[in-house]
């Protein structure tokens, strides 16, 4: 089996093992089912603001770590990433907006504990994986988080009468992206070559899971 068909099969098989179980996002149900308050959605937006940003600034980090380490393909990768989070941050503006957040209430907001571990942890990865290690983790939880975008889309649409340019940061990463799918078997392969260690981007996609599980667990509790 060659190594291209290898590290494709490498990000399925982490992916799969790494899927949450149906417990482990109790809030993304409340919105398919329109029993999520608009308090607590204005507090999914407030919180994607800090993500967002911080996401951000870890993947260029993580780009500019590729670039000196050499390792162009993951170089690649991550520059789509912080890019990608350019775009999403403009759509988040108009989902805060159709929620009635303006400037003031974003920068007023106090962050959640539950929901910003995620970012903090991206933000270790960002000074400390090896960023091949890096891709697969993070592209493990990537598949989760676009099947949650798409039902929070349809939720907002159904029972929130939330329009197009409202939901387009939910759409955003629910699209497929195979741009970026490619980047990220040619950056795994480029890791398979140069000695990846499996074991330790999948305790890294572990954790990542299970801070995302955190981020919509804490949400649910929100009244």
């Excluded at 949650?148 to 889309?153: E, F």
Aim: one cysteine or more.
């Amino acid at each position: 089996m060659g190594t291209a068909h290898t590290a494709e099969a490498l990000l399925q098989a982490t992916a799969a093992e790494l899927a949450p179980h149906a417990g482990d996002n109790p809030f993304v149900p409340k919105v398919e089912q329109g029993t999520a308050s608009r308090a607590a959605l204005a507090a999914l937006a407030l919180e994607q603001h800090h993500v967002i940003a911080s996401d951000q600034r870890a993947f260029a980090h993580l780009a500019e770590r590729s670039t000196a380490r050499g390792e162009s393909a993951c170089a690649a990768f991550f520059g789509s990433l912080a890019d990608g989070e350019e775009i999403a941050a403009g759509h988040l503006d108009a989902l805060s907006a159709a929620l009635g957040l303006d400037a003031a209430a974003i920068g007023a907001y106090e962050t959640e504990p539950g929901c910003q571990a995620y970012p903090s942890y991206v933000a270790r990865l960002a000074l400390t994986a090896r960023p091949p290690e890096a891709v697969l983790a993070l592209s493990a939880n990537f598949a989760a988080w676009g099947g949650y975008c798409a039902r929070i889309s349809g939720g907002l649409r159904a029972h929130y009468g939330l329009g197009e340019e409202a939901r387009a940061f939910f759409d955003f990463f629910a699209a497929p992206a195979p741009d970026l799918d490619e980047q990220a078997v040619a950056a795994v392969r480029a890791g398979l070559d140069s000695g990846l260690d499996v074991a330790m981007a999948y305790r890294s996609g572990r954790l990542l899971q299970s801070y995302e599980s955190m981020f919509w667990s804490t949400l649910a509790e929100r009244p």
